[in-house]
């Protein structure tokens, strides 16, 4: 039988037994685990604090590689790789890195220090260069965002013989190094190789893939003296790269003791980069106030303003707190000041902006060592150093988005609750306005038949309230001759103006105590006493819900009754006058 050697064939070869079988799928599964880890090569780590680190921001990601771990060493580097997610909000004082190893090859284990980050045109690739302890012959190492890989970049142009030997002689400790993002050329300027100090120039072209990445120039920018970690950084607007900083002398412990002035800078055009004739021009800056000489401080770009941060002291490496700001429109340096930032000042940190209003300065350390936090955020919007980091872009937007929705719903929900009230208001409205125009003509009606009848009241007619509400049930009164009963008004809410039954004398009297117009005709007494009826006795019959009847006799000395005897047969209906108290 032919035996597989697939990893992951479940053929049990002849003569295996089932333990060697069991042996065989544990195999199968490491090797399982250890192709996902290359997938996505991350693992629980802590951080090691580090100073003088490579690092890039690509995609709203930071990247952060190698180091220096030990001050009093300058050779104890690390090949410490990270990456932290800016589009998540974060506390300094539990940042969530994400550990990442790639395997076991010489580009991915290359301890770094003194090197420097950058991202690729395309933002897929990050690239360290410029590192203290080469490995091979490439002076750049490529790490690839999709396949999760290192590479090595092309050998530089012109070298000839023993490549290795004599990349080991450039290794170009200490660069200048930024991205001309508008043609995706690398630059990379001065440093110090394994002799001295040089202003040798090499351009990376990084629209390439990350194998085939070419060096398209390597020479001397003879305009620009030999720098030692001179300041690079790239300006858009004048489609050209800044170089400014740097020292030009080292003692022979390699510390720097003689770093250039801030009053002149250069600028290296694009377009003679393209042509493979870099070009620098000198400016001398404006204005009598600059930053004192500094190595391995912190620079970032926004607007047209470049921010430089600490940095070091010639000769005694004294950590520096002064920050600076470079107008470049004007060529003017002005001094500025951060709230809650390092009272001992800062140097070999490196700093990237994360988003408009935030930068996040990773590493770093002052006179008493690393620093206690490995990140800061520095939020410009009010020019302070924080602790908390709060994620950009769609976080915010979706903040906004979510106040604005709720304001819509809200509105929306007033503006139906207001229009809601006015369709009542305005149906309300029209019914009273059908209602006054069914009202007018009965009204009208009732007011002609009060008129006739208060007219007829004066030969001796008796006055009929139009509306009483004292009695909602049947009544029977009976006067002074019992044989003529004078039924009470029956339920009238539906009369709208109709006479009611003729009323007994004693029901013309208003509750208030106010008098109901005396009749003239014949019969009456001429001594009117308040207008009051005089009558015998008076009963009263109400007939309830189940229907019995009950009466109630009234006797004639109740000051109701007291006056004139009433005169049946007589009967007005007429509104009662109103008496003003």
Same mark, same amino acid.
């Given at each position: 039988m032919v035996r597989s050697t697939h990893p992951f064939s479940q053929q049990v070869p002849a003569g295996t037994t089932p333990a060697a079988h069991q042996g065989l799928i544990s195999r199968t599964i490491a090797l399982t685990i250890a192709l996902v880890a290359l997938v996505n090569p991350t693992s629980a780590e802590t951080y090691q604090p580090v100073s003088y680190p490579a690092t890039a921001v690509l995609e709203n990601r930071?990247?952060?590689?190698?180091?220096?771990?030990?001050?009093?060493?300058? !050779?104890?580097?690390?090949?410490? &790789?990270?990456?932290?997610?800016?589009?998540?909000? &974060?506390?300094?004082?539990?940042?969530?890195?994400?550990?990442?190893t790639e395997g076991s090859s010489s580009y991915s284990s290359m301890a770094t220090a003194m090197a420097s980050g950058s991202p690729s045109k395309d933002y897929n690739r990050f690239i360290v260069t410029g590192n203290?302890?080469?490995?091979?012959?490439?002076?750049? !190492?490529?790490?690839?965002?999709?396949?999760?890989? /290192?590479?090595?970049?092309?050998?530089?142009?012109?070298?000839?013989?023993n490549a290795t030997t004599q990349m080991q002689d450039y290794r170009s400790d200490s660069p200048g190094v930024a991205l001309d993002t508008k043609n995706g050329m690398l630059i990379e300027f001065g440093g110090r190789n394994a002799t001295a100090i040089t202003n040798e120039i090499s351009i990376l072209n990084t629209t390439k893939p990350s194998d085939q990445m070419t060096w398209s120039y390597r020479g001397y920018l003879n305009a620009v003296p030999a720098l030692y970690a001179p300041i690079l950084t790239y300006?858009?607007?004048? #489609?050209?790269?800044?170089?400014?900083?740097?020292?030009?002398?080292?003692?022979? *412990?390699?510390?720097?003791?003689?770093?250039? @002035?801030?009053d002149t800078v250069y600028t290296l055009s694009s377009d003679s980069i393209r042509s493979a004739t870099p070009q620098a021009t000198q400016i001398s800056l404006r204005g009598t106030a600059f930053p004192p000489p500094r190595v391995f401080t912190c620079t970032f770009l926004r607007n047209n303003n470049i921010y430089m941060v600490g940095g070091g002291e010639p000769l005694t490496m004294k950590p520096l707190a002064d920050i600076w700001i470079l107008n470049t429109k004007n060529w003017t340096w002005t001094q500025t000041t951060m709230s809650n930032s390092p009272s001992k000042g800062i140097m070999g940190h490196s700093c990237q902006i994360a988003n408009y209003d935030q930068v996040v300065v990773v590493g770093g350390h002052d006179t008493d060592g690393f620093l206690q936090r490995p990140l800061s955020v520095i939020k410009l919007r009010n020019m302070t150093w924080s602790n908390n980091y709060y994620a950009p872009g769609v976080s915010m937007g979706a903040k906004v988005g979510l106040g604005v929705s709720v304001i819509v719903v809200l509105g929306a929900i007033a503006a139906g609750l207001f229009l809601r009230r006015r369709r009542a208001r305005a149906t309300a409205a029209n019914a009273s306005k059908r209602r006054a125009s069914v009202d007018r003509p009965e009204n009208n009606t009732g007011q002609r038949r009060r008129v006739k009848r208060s007219q007829s009241s004066r030969s001796g007619g008796d006055v009929l309230p139009q509306h009483n509400d004292h009695h909602r049930q049947h009544h029977?009164?009976? @006067?002074?001759?019992?044989?003529?009963?004078? &039924?009470?008004?029956?339920?009238? #809410?539906?009369? #709208?103006?109709?006479?009611?039954?003729?009323?007994?004398?004693?029901?013309?009297?208003?509750?208030?105590?106010?008098? /109901?117009?005396?009749? @003239?005709?014949?019969? *009456?007494?001429?001594?009117?006493? &308040?207008?009051v009826d005089k009558i015998t006795s008076h009963s009263h019959s109400t007939r309830s819900m189940n229907g019995s009847t009950s009466s109630t006799v009234v006797e004639p000395t109740s000051p109701r009754f007291e006056g004139r005897q009433q005169q049946p047969g007589a009967v007005v209906d007429m509104v009662p006058p109103t008496i003003s108290s």
């Amino acid at each position: 039988m032919v035996r597989s050697t697939h990893p992951f064939s479940q053929q049990v070869p002849a003569g295996t037994t089932p333990a060697a079988h069991q042996g065989l799928i544990s195999r199968t599964i490491a090797l399982t685990i250890a192709l996902v880890a290359l997938v996505n090569p991350t693992s629980a780590e802590t951080y090691q604090p580090v100073s003088y680190p490579a690092t890039a921001v690509l995609e709203n990601r930071l990247f952060v590689y190698g180091g220096l771990t030990n001050l009093s060493s300058p !050779t104890s580097f690390t090949s410490q &790789f990270l990456t932290l997610q800016l589009d998540d909000d &974060f506390d300094t004082d539990k940042i969530p890195w994400e550990f990442h190893t790639e395997g076991s090859s010489s580009y991915s284990s290359m301890a770094t220090a003194m090197a420097s980050g950058s991202p690729s045109k395309d933002y897929n690739r990050f690239i360290v260069t410029g590192n203290r302890n080469n490995v091979g012959r490439s002076p750049a !190492t490529v790490y690839d965002t999709d396949s999760h890989t /290192w590479s090595p970049a092309a050998d530089l142009p012109e070298i000839t013989g023993n490549a290795t030997t004599q990349m080991q002689d450039y290794r170009s400790d200490s660069p200048g190094v930024a991205l001309d993002t508008k043609n995706g050329m690398l630059i990379e300027f001065g440093g110090r190789n394994a002799t001295a100090i040089t202003n040798e120039i090499s351009i990376l072209n990084t629209t390439k893939p990350s194998d085939q990445m070419t060096w398209s120039y390597r020479g001397y920018l003879n305009a620009v003296p030999a720098l030692y970690a001179p300041i690079l950084t790239y300006l858009p607007w004048q #489609n050209a790269t800044l170089i400014m900083g740097g020292c030009d002398h080292m003692d022979t *412990d390699e510390i720097p003791t003689q770093c250039a @002035s801030f009053d002149t800078v250069y600028t290296l055009s694009s377009d003679s980069i393209r042509s493979a004739t870099p070009q620098a021009t000198q400016i001398s800056l404006r204005g009598t106030a600059f930053p004192p000489p500094r190595v391995f401080t912190c620079t970032f770009l926004r607007n047209n303003n470049i921010y430089m941060v600490g940095g070091g002291e010639p000769l005694t490496m004294k950590p520096l707190a002064d920050i600076w700001i470079l107008n470049t429109k004007n060529w003017t340096w002005t001094q500025t000041t951060m709230s809650n930032s390092p009272s001992k000042g800062i140097m070999g940190h490196s700093c990237q902006i994360a988003n408009y209003d935030q930068v996040v300065v990773v590493g770093g350390h002052d006179t008493d060592g690393f620093l206690q936090r490995p990140l800061s955020v520095i939020k410009l919007r009010n020019m302070t150093w924080s602790n908390n980091y709060y994620a950009p872009g769609v976080s915010m937007g979706a903040k906004v988005g979510l106040g604005v929705s709720v304001i819509v719903v809200l509105g929306a929900i007033a503006a139906g609750l207001f229009l809601r009230r006015r369709r009542a208001r305005a149906t309300a409205a029209n019914a009273s306005k059908r209602r006054a125009s069914v009202d007018r003509p009965e009204n009208n009606t009732g007011q002609r038949r009060r008129v006739k009848r208060s007219q007829s009241s004066r030969s001796g007619g008796d006055v009929l309230p139009q509306h009483n509400d004292h009695h909602r049930q049947h009544h029977h009164h009976y @006067s002074s001759e019992p044989s003529s009963p004078i &039924f009470l008004h029956q339920s009238h #809410n539906s009369n #709208n103006g109709i006479p009611l039954e003729p009323l007994a004398d004693h029901e013309r009297t208003l509750r208030s105590g106010a008098e /109901w117009p005396l009749p @003239s005709g014949p019969g *009456d007494d001429t001594s009117h006493s &308040f207008g009051v009826d005089k009558i015998t006795s008076h009963s009263h019959s109400t007939r309830s819900m189940n229907g019995s009847t009950s009466s109630t006799v009234v006797e004639p000395t109740s000051p109701r009754f007291e006056g004139r005897q009433q005169q049946p047969g007589a009967v007005v209906d007429m509104v009662p006058p109103t008496i003003s108290s």
